[in-house]
């Protein structure tokens, strides 16, 4: 599974795709199949159209989360789930403190592996 996420220009706030616009919420996130790689080339084209609204829009690998209930997931980077969080001085700050399923999810996620996305951006020729 994949999701899209970039930072709006306005503020800097860490957003995601959702049919057709961002939103702030990992939640609320269009969530994309493996199947549908050719669809994420796209939005990410269609938002790099968009330099006036966001930046560095990249595609990002989620996974399940072990011992989630309602089979929850997670951004597969450690990096990219700090992004979906929020701030990382106080858990009552940011997208966290907001509370809920997902990020309880997103809290409980493991691993350290970089999203392929963020890799082929920087992968040397």
Known sequence: ???????????????????????EGFGD????????????ETVVAAAKAQPTVIVDPYPIDLAPV?????????PVSYRERIRALGPTNEPTHG????????????????????STGRVDLIRRK
């Open 95 to 114: 997208k966290q403190a907001v509370g809920g399923e997902v990020i309880e999810a997103l809290r409980h996620a493991a691993g350290a592996a970089r």
């Open 66 to 74: 072990p011992g989630s209930v309602d089979g929850g997931l997670a």
């Open 29 to 40: 996130a269009q969530l994309f199949d493996d199947a549908q790689d050719a669809d994420v």
């Open 1 to 23: 599974m994949k999701a899209i996420t970039a930072n709006r220009l306005i503020d800097g706030e860490v957003v995601f795709w959702k049919a057709g616009a961002w939103v």
